[in-house]
């Protein structure tokens, strides 16, 4: 039975790629796939899907859609210091917080 391992990014987190074609881009992550270790940026790492004409007198087209990219290979931006950077946690009053390691703000 595999463990579901838990990623420290979050949907909506703005991260940095830092490995690929796509190196140093920014974007908004769509969706987090924690169970294969991947994220979907939105607009990065797109590749071209052929669709071909379902009913007559459709056309066949050319559509880039977003790819997953390895958790390891991005890092959020904190939005305080604007440099991408690892996240640590803190608890205050029962509760977790993502911290940012550059500034030790909250990023939650």
């Not at 056309?59 to 990219?69: A, L, S």
């Amino acid at each position: 039975m595999e463990t579901k391992t838990k990623l420290k990014i979050k949907k909506n987190d703005k991260v940095v790629i830092l490995k690929g074609k796509d190196r140093s881009k920014t974007g908004k992550v769509i969706k987090v796939l924690p169970d294969i270790n991947k994220v979907l940026i939105e607009g990065l790492n797109l590749c071209k899907k052929h669709n071909k004409p379902r009913k007559e007198g459709e056309v066949g087209q050319i559509i880039e859609i977003p790819k997953p990219v390895n958790a390891s290979n991005v890092a959020i931006i904190c939005h305080h210091c604007n440099k991408p950077t690892r996240i640590g946690y803190i608890i205050e009053k029962g509760k977790k917080y993502r911290v940012c390691k550059k500034c030790n703000k909250k990023l939650d």
